[in-house]
């Protein structure tokens, strides 16, 4: 198994961040439960308003389980192809009684970005997954209870594909190319970035 990072005391946080790719095929191999548990407890050290903690993590793995959240995800340049699919996923649920209150879905984003790079440290390829078809009923088969929502789903497996990053001050819109390999335009640093005062780049 590849690990990105073989101790944690080496590990390098900003090639952890900027190597992170969303991943859209995977390999068809396990990921242990070890590692499923291991990723959802690094990610409830996240920060959150107030220390409320408004998450709770299921982890979905095995093939039937897995079948039924894949129907349910909308995916950005195409749904993986048969062979391709996720192996796990994390759903990430919020407490329905602070889904207005915007500093727990601040909250929520950095849970979900912790998993992200957790899972990475491992060199398991994610993609968050905020586009949910039919929640509902998505709820209902994995016996979610009411007072709690679906806030995401990451989507999680040794990665098949090798997304290519470039800088683009002119499109942000991720593409696959003719040979099916995806790109991520990035804006460049210079463009977004300011100090001591807003300085305009018209
Ligand atoms: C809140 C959120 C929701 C997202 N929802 C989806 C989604 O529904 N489907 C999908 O394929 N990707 C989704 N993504 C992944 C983005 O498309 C991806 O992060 C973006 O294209 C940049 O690529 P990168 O993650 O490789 O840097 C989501 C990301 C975030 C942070």
């Not at 499923?36 to 389980?65: M, V, Y």
């Not at 899972?119 to 009411?146: M, R, V």
């Not at 594909?161 to 942000?172: G, R």
């Amino acid at each position: 198994m590849f690990l990105f990072c073989t101790d944690t005391t080496d590990t390098d946080i900003h090639a952890l961040i900027q190597t992170r790719r969303s991943i859209r095929k995977y390999k068809q191999e396990e990921i242990s439960l070890v590692i499923l548990k291991q990723i959802c407890d690094d990610a409830r050290f996240t920060p959150s308003p107030g220390n409320l903690q408004p998450w709770e993590f299921l982890i979905i793995h095995g093939r039937e389980s897995t079948n039924n959240v894949f129907d349910h995800l909308e995916w950005l340049g195409g749904a993986p192809e048969n062979g391709k699919t996720p192996v796990a996923y994390v759903v990430l649920l919020m407490s329905k009684k602070y889904s207005d209150e915007w500093s727990c879905l601040a909250g929520l984003g950095a849970c979900g970005q912790n998993i992200l790079l957790s899972a990475w440290s491992y060199g398991i390829g994610s993609c968050w997954i905020g586009s949910i078809n039919n929640q509902k009923t998505l709820k209902k088969i994995l016996k979610i209870p009411e007072r709690l929502n679906i806030f995401s789903i990451i989507a999680l497996g040794y990665p098949a594909e090798k997304p290519i990053v470039e800088e683009s001050a002119d499109s942000i819109r991720p593409y696959r190319d003719a040979s099916g390999k995806m790109h991520i335009p990035k804006k460049p640093l210079e463009d977004i970035l300011h100090i001591n005062h807003y300085e305009s780049k018209e």
